[in-house]
């Protein structure tokens, strides 16, 4: 068997640390560890085309930078709302802490950049953390990537993301909530399949009342009928089969 995955809490601080996994945890700490202190980076960095994230100055300069939407990542630090800006400027407030709260920006940003190339700014008060948990987690559900590669990506175009470990497991929780949640649609359909197969089986065998078979039930049972009543008989079926095909001969004229 293969090593088992490790998962570890961090000890209480003022903030409960999320517990995530170890092993992507180090592997993202290994991308960010080559963060540049001390470089020129711009007030905002163009993380795709059309999508960017930055600071509190980029806020104040959103309208002359061209910007048509801001998502507002700290609303409780920096001096810009709502009312800082145009009504053609769409514009979000959000608390990156709440996993609902986070898929609405997502929803809000997807919408935002739209068909029209629109300019989104996500920021908050440095560009560092609050803002890089988003802008990241909107990358992994564009471009349906894992964690590791869209942090990898928003890194390298942004090199002072993620200065504090806290956020960097926020993401990650938020991520395996996504993960948690995709298998839980796959979980269902693959039920769902299962189902459908076994009633196809027990149609296909007889399995069930021929009375109350549906249209569809009926010309495919025909379809095999035809096989066996025209040759092998099958077991005590014989008589059933031949039942079933003088029904489906009423029931495709309807």
């Known amino acids: 068997m293969g090593k088992r995955e490790r998962y570890f809490p961090v000890s209480a601080t003022a903030t409960k640390m999320?517990?995530?996994?170890l092993s992507t945890l180090n592997a993202i700490n290994?991308?960010?560890?080559?963060?540049?202190?001390g470089e020129n980076i711009p007030h905002a960095s163009e993380i795709e085309l059309g999508l960017f994230v930055g600071d509190a100055t980029a806020a104040m300069e959103a309208e002359e930078n061209g910007f048509t939407a801001v998502v507002n990542c700290a609303p409780k630090d920096?001096?810009?709302?709502?009312?800082?800006?145009p009504d053609s400027i769409k514009y979000m407030e959000c608390d990156v802490m709440?996993?609902?709260?986070?898929?609405?920006?997502?929803?809000f940003i997807h919408d935002a950049r739209g068909d029209d190339n629109g300019k989104v700014l996500i920021h908050c008060t440095s560009g560092i953390n609050v803002s890089a948990v988003v802008v990241t987690a909107y990358?992994?559900?564009?471009?349906?990537?894992?964690?590791?590669?869209?942090?990898?990506?928003?890194?390298?175009?942004?090199?002072?993301m993620y200065c504090?470990?806290?956020?960097?497991?926020?993401?990650?929780?938020?991520?395996?909530?996504?993960e948690l949640k995709?298998?839980?649609?796959?979980?269902?359909?693959?039920?769902?399949?299962?189902?459908e197969k076994k009633r196809r089986i027990a149609v296909l065998n007889l399995d069930c009342d021929y009375e109350h078979l549906t249209k569809e039930d009926m010309r495919e049972i025909y379809q095999n009928a035809q096989q066996l009543v025209g040759g092998v008989a099958h077991n005590d079926s014989y008589p059933l089969y031949a039942k079933i095909?003088?029904?489906?001969r009423e029931m495709k004229d309807l």
């Not at 709440?98 to 929803?107: E, K, S, T």
């Not at 995709?182 to 189902?195: G, H, K, N």
């Open 139 to 160: 990358f992994m559900f564009n471009y349906k990537c894992n964690v590791i590669a869209a942090v990898n990506h928003c890194f390298r175009r942004r090199p002072i």
């Open 30 to 37: 290994k991308i960010i560890g080559a963060r540049k202190f």
């Open 164 to 178: 504090d470990e806290y956020y960097v497991r926020k993401l990650l929780e938020f991520a395996e909530q996504r």
């Open 245 to 248: 095909c003088d029904k489906w």
């Open 182 to 195: 995709s298998l839980d649609s796959q979980i269902a359909y693959m039920e769902a399949a299962i189902i």
């Open 98 to 107: 709440n996993h609902g709260v986070l898929q609405n920006v997502i929803d």
């Open 78 to 85: 920096v001096l810009t709302n709502r009312e800082y800006y």
């Open 18 to 21: 999320p517990v995530v996994s």
